[in-house]
Each structure stands twice: as C-alpha cells, then as structure tokens.
C-alpha cells in the first residue's frame, strides 16, 4: 500500500471534508454526531475522509492505509489509531468503505460494515453525505453497544487472538507531536 500511497504520515482532523461533500452547518452536524460517538466509546474514535481519485486502487485499502499513515489532530493521544474507525466517501466513483483499527477486530465483521454502508447508501445517493454519515454512525453504535454486552456476557469469545504491537500507544503520540500543520489538500493525501 505504501508503493502506490505513499510511506509519509499525514496530518487529518476527523472530519476531512477535501471534496466539500458538506456545507458548513452539516460539518457541524457531522462533527457533533462524532462527538457522541467518542463520549458514547471513550476508547475509540471515528473519522470521515471525503476525495476522489485514490490513484484508481482499491478504496478500502486506501482507508486502511489512510487509517495507519494519519495522525489525526483532534483526537487525543489516548486513542490510537488502532481503536479508530474510519469512512472513506469518494463521491467521484460513487463508493465508500470503512476501516477499522485492529483493537475492534473482535468486535466487527464484513456484514457489519454492509449493513452500516446500507444504512447511509440511500441519502449519499441523493448527495445527502452528511445525513448519510449520521445514519451509518447511528447503526454502527447499535452494533457496537451489542457487541460490549455479548462481550461482558462471553469475554473469550471477543479476546484478541494475536497480541497487539508493543507500545501502541507511543506510536501515534510520536506521529501526532510529529504533524502539527493544518489538515493536506487532497494531493498532499493521495501522494
């Protein structure tokens, strides 16, 4: 991913709105939503990116690559990046896709970003990102609230199998004190 990205960190806010999807008071709306979504799960966060023309890849992978390489300004060090949830619109090629950290492996699956996607799909269709987003947010807190009570009720069953990186933590500290600018246009991104 980093031969067609890219091996340098960027610097993003939570919501990247690079393809101006969302009028101002919608990104407020949008922001607010992932506010909730932080107080809600105080150990993770979710991000939006909104561009077009990922260099003609695969979106997802983008995302993946995306949620990596950011060191997202307006979230807290505590939060790394491994506990982050991120949605990639690119209204060009009208798809999106989410990604996950590796902390929430155990607690999402493939159907879950499907029916989190089909939640938002109809509104992006009408070029209502920012209600679309709303929803998908919305569902994706049904799902994670039903997770953590599956959880309590079998927690082996949710237990990470492979052990996480060391330090994880420091990682995104570094890569955040390292990025202080304000949010790349979308080339900076995609390069």
């Known amino acids: 991913m980093d031969a067609r990205h890219g091996t340098e960190n960027v610097s993003l806010r939570r919501l990247a709105d690079m393809a101006g999807l969302m009028r101002s008071r919608e990104r407020v709306s949008v922001l607010a939503a992932l506010d909730r979504f932080c107080r809600k799960f105080p150990q993770l966060f979710f991000a939006v990116y909104t561009g077009s023309g990922q260099g003609g890849g695969n979106l997802r992978q983008f995302g993946f690559?995306?949620?990596?390489r950011a060191a997202f300004e307006d979230v807290p060090v505590e939060r790394p990046n491994?506990?982050?949830i991120l949605l990639v619109i690119d209204a060009e090629s009208k798809s999106a896709s989410l990604s996950w950290g590796y902390l929430l492996d155990p607690f999402l699956k493939e159907e879950d970003?499907?029916?989190?996607?089909?939640?938002?799909?109809?509104?992006?269709?009408?070029?209502?990102?920012?209600?679309?987003?709303?929803?998908?947010?919305?569902q994706l807190e049904k799902i994670l609230r039903r997770r953590a009570q599956q959880a309590r009720r079998?927690?082996?069953?949710?237990?990470?199998?492979?052990?996480?990186?060391?330090?994880s933590g420091e990682i995104a500290r570094r890569i955040r004190e390292g990025h202080r600018q304000a949010s790349p246009s979308?080339?900076?991104v995609v390069e």
């Open 154 to 167: 079998d927690p082996e069953r949710f237990e990470r199998k492979v052990a996480p990186p060391v330090k």
């Open 113 to 138: 970003t499907f029916l989190c996607l089909s939640r938002a799909h109809a509104y992006w269709l009408e070029g209502r990102f920012a209600e679309g987003t709303i929803r998908l947010l919305a």
């Open 82 to 84: 491994e506990g982050g």
């Open 186 to 188: 979308p080339k900076e």
């Open 65 to 68: 690559w995306l949620l990596n």
